[in-house]
């Protein structure tokens, strides 16, 4: 079955369809700056964890050279019996 639309109908569904259209590119172009954007973040925070472990490691391994030169234990002292900085 066919439908016949009079002029002014198809003028109001091709300026319908326009509108749709307008707001789908608009819809879309937010998302793409929200992606770029999502993007630029998630290549600076994994800039900042690659820093972070390589300082870790750094800490870390300063940590065991510091270990490994320091004089032993007294003996009777147990690093377990200080009482914690925040008491």
Do not use: K
């Amino acid at each position: 079955m066919s439908e016949h639309f009079s002029p002014a109908e198809l003028d109001n569904r091709l300026e319908a369809l326009e509108s749709r259209i307008a707001y789908q590119e608009h819809w879309l172009d937010s998302l793409d700056q929200a992606t770029a954007q999502q993007e630029r973040r998630l290549a600076h925070l994994e800039q900042l964890s690659s820093m972070m472990s390589e300082r870790l490691r750094e800490q870390h391994q300063a940590l065991q050279d510091a270990d490994t030169t320091a004089a032993p234990n007294t003996e009777g002292f147990n690093p377990q019996d200080e009482v914690p900085p925040h008491y």
